[in-house]
């Protein structure tokens, strides 16, 4: 959210979609950016992604650059988590996208067409909760989107009952439908938000950081709903800047540092690209360490009654049993993977705030 931007409701980060705005690959390689090359607006389509920008950048009067240059391609269906601090550009970004901030530069494309030329035919088609309209607190959940509904010139008043109750139902609202805004609980005001964004069928459903100023239970509840949104086949694209959120609930992730792009790819070929190594916890560091180079294992690391390797493709039990035989008094062993953390830091040269 823009410094200085209040938002409509109290202690929440409002609403929803359809996306709204005035003018407003499949599994590729993880890699850094920028080489990771972006399909060209255009291709979109044929690529089988649902965002695709190029070169995106904007500049804002104060002469703040928010956004620098990005190319991003969002491959349909994943669940992309845009990973970034603070500040670092992911609502410019979802903004442009939606056509709610003209770019200084570049192009973006959303479900293969080009914007903002094509936005009265993408945004139909796309559910976004960024910002928009306040929910009425002494409204019923129910009756807040039969509002909204009402008030979206591309939906289908006919439908309207079955679609608004089919959106309550997919949020698990269905139940608490009738009860009045004020009375939800902040997990429950958003997911009403996102079933907002989902009064009609969306192939692709933004979210700005969903779950900022939930407490832990809300912020279950809505991943868990993210994650059932992803797999009845919407492409759902998250702000977040929580790493662990978006190790948590994202097949893709793309990072963001002061307005870059500085890596983006799928979530398992990034952890993939890091090698395991073996720890082993005992008081002859020393004989240890010799068993283990003798079974071919690189980059030894000894410290206190630990020696630890890059395990590559051996066996971790064979390699318990070589340390036995040798004498070795294994008190602990273990296989370490790095966390994202530690394979975002590799990849960028540095870490940011992944607690919020
Ligand atoms: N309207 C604006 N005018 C000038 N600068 C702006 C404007 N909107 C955003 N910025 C600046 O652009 C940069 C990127 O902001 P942006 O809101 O896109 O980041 P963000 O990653 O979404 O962070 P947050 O989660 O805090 O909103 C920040 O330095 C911000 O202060």
Sequence with gaps: MTPGETPLLAG?????????AGPAGPRGEFREAPEAASPSPGQGTTRGHVIVTRGLTKRFRSGQVAVDTLDLAVPRGS??????????????????????????????????????????????????????????????????????DA???????????????LALDRVGLAAAAGKR?????????????????LLGPRELLILDEPTNGLDPAGTREVRALIRQVAA???????????????????????????????AHGPIE????????????????VGLAAGVLAGLGLADPRSGAG?????????????????????????HGLAVLRPSLEEVFVGLTGEGFDVDG
Excluded: W
Aim: net charge positive.
């Design 12 to 20: 929440e980060r409002d609403i929803a979609g359809p996306a709204k």
């Design 232 to 262: 009845a086949g919407t492409t759902v694209f998250v702000s977040s800047h929580l790493l662990s959120e978006v190790e948590q609930m994202c097949t893709h992730v793309g990072v963001m540092r002061t307005g870059r792009l500085v």
């Design 306 to 330: 630990e020696v630890s390797v890059a395990l590559g493709t051996a066996a971790p039990d064979l390699v318990c049993a070589a340390l036995v035989t040798a004498g070795v008094a294994v």
């Design 151 to 165: 008030a979206d010139p591309s939906a289908d008043r006919r439908t309207a009952r079955e679609r608004i109750a």
């Design 79 to 148: 669940v992309f988590g845009f990973l970034g601090p603070n500040g670092s550009g992911k609502t410019t970004t979802i903004r442009m996208l939606l056509g709610l901030v003209t770019p200084s530069g570049g192009d973006c494309e959303l479900l293969g067409v080009p914007m903002p030329g094509g936005l009265a035919e993408a945004l139909p088609r796309v559910g976004a909760v960024v910002e928009g309209p306040a929910f009425y607190p002494y409204l019923s959940g129910a009756a807040n989107l039969r509002r909204l």
């Design 181 to 197: 805004y004020r009375a939800y609980s902040l997990g429950m005001r958003q997911r009403l938000a996102i079933a907002a964004a």
């Design 269 to 284: 070929e990034l952890r993939a690209g890091r090698e395991p190594r073996i720890k082993v916890e005992t008081p002859d």
